[in-house]
């Protein structure tokens, strides 16, 4: 599936792993897997059916969805359209609920 990112220092984390250390350890390791499913998948199907994705709508949050990263660390997205179909924006990376 097509993806970018919406926030650049996300896109520096993936590409050179800049800004590591801003995150506990795993959270990156698990972040840079949850991409890799991402771009594997078919469509938002497929992202449905990997049930350790823990994919799910946001309430009250219009279109916008997430992806766990573990207990805390959460990967948010959205998407988008173009002539060729869907894209995955991966907005943020953050802790849910500020635990």
């Known amino acids: 599936m097509r993806f970018r990112f919406g926030d650049k220092s996300l896109e520096m984390l993936f590409r050179a792993g800049a800004g590591r250390e801003k995150y506990p350890r795993g959270v990156v390791d698990m972040f840079l897997r949850r991409v890799r499913s991402i771009e594997a998948a078919t469509d938002e199907r497929d992202l449905r059916a990997l049930k350790s994705l823990h994919f799910e709508k946001l309430q009250g949050q219009r279109d916008r969805y997430s992806i766990r990263l573990n207990e805390?660390?959460?990967?948010?997205?959205?998407?988008?359209?173009?002539?060729?179909?869907?894209?995955?924006?991966?907005?943020?990376?953050?802790?849910?609920?500020?635990?």
């Open 72 to 99: 805390a660390w959460r990967l948010i997205l959205t998407f988008e359209k173009d002539d060729q179909g869907k894209i995955v924006v991966i907005i943020e990376m953050n802790r849910h609920y500020g635990d």
